[in-house]
């Protein structure tokens, strides 16, 4: 079985601080997909930062970057310079390369932007 | 454009009824997947339907059910509902293949089912 684990439920950070979120995860596919989501309290979940596990490169989206270790099945996020805006709960998901599109979320870290 | 859409946006049943979930994919996505979210966790896969088919489906009883329509809208059904059927219940689309995979899923805002 898949599983995904986020072990910070709860992180507070002062704003254009820089804060890292942790994911470790299991799986027994050597292809397959690593997600950051962000759900802010307004609920929908918005994609942050997607990593393809065939890629060594980690992924970058301006001020959000990750930290993959394949070897480790570690996939931790890093927001940089970050503001009020942030503030939301943040997802790590593991999809499968191909076939159902089945998600497999950890239980998400409180992420707070104090001003 | 407009995204993901899912009505109602909150529902109030009592156990033992029945309850259908709506959602309209963004225009052009073929791919529907239901996920439920219990308060303090992260969704759980529930159905993923691909031209109008079933493509998966995660570990929940038969009370649940699904089905994508011609236009590749989708309606969830749950059956016998239960006080652990609470939850908000999630609709994400997508752009994909036949070969499946993991495309971008865009997430509607939910909808909020009460169960009492």
């Known amino acids: 079985a898949q599983t995904v684990t986020q072990s910070q439920p709860e992180m507070s950070v002062q704003e254009a601080e820089t804060v890292t979120l942790s994911c470790t995860y299991d799986?027994?596919?050597?292809?397959?997909?690593l997600f950051w989501y962000k759900q802010p309290p307004s609920r929908q979940m918005i994609l942050v930062i997607r990593?393809?596990?065939?890629?060594?490169q980690n992924a970058t989206e301006n001020r959000f970057s990750v930290n993959f270790q394949k070897a480790a099945k570690s996939f931790s996020l890093k927001i940089s310079d970050s503001q009020l805006g942030d503030t939301a709960m943040y997802f790590c998901?593991?999809?499968?390369?191909?076939?159902?599109?089945?998600?497999?979320f950890g239980q998400g870290t409180r992420l707070t932007i104090n001003p | 454009d407009a995204g993901v859409t899912q009505s109602p946006t909150h529902l109030i049943k009592t156990r033992g009824q029945h309850v259908t979930l709506r959602c309209s994919p963004i225009?052009?996505?073929?791919?529907v997947s239901w996920y439920q979210q219990v308060l303090g966790q992260g969704p759980q896969f529930i159905f993923q339907?691909?031209?109008?088919?079933?493509?998966g489906r995660g570990n929940f009883p038969d009370r649940f059910s699904a089905r994508q329509f011609p236009n590749y809208s989708s309606e969830l059904n749950v059956n016998a509902l239960l006080l652990g059927d609470s939850a908000l219940y999630l609709c994400?689309?997508?752009?994909?293949?036949?070969?499946?995979?993991?495309?971008?899923?865009?997430f509607g805002p939910g909808t909020r089912l009460t169960v009492l």
């Open positions: 799986t027994s596919e050597n292809n397959y997909y």
């Open positions: 990593q393809e596990a065939y890629k060594q």
């Open positions: 339907y691909y031209e109008k088919e079933e493509r």
């Open positions: 994400a689309s997508s752009f994909t293949g036949q070969r499946g995979g993991n495309n971008e899923q865009f």
């Open positions: 225009s052009g996505h073929k791919s």
């Open positions: 998901a593991l999809g499968p390369f191909q076939g159902a599109q089945k998600l497999v």
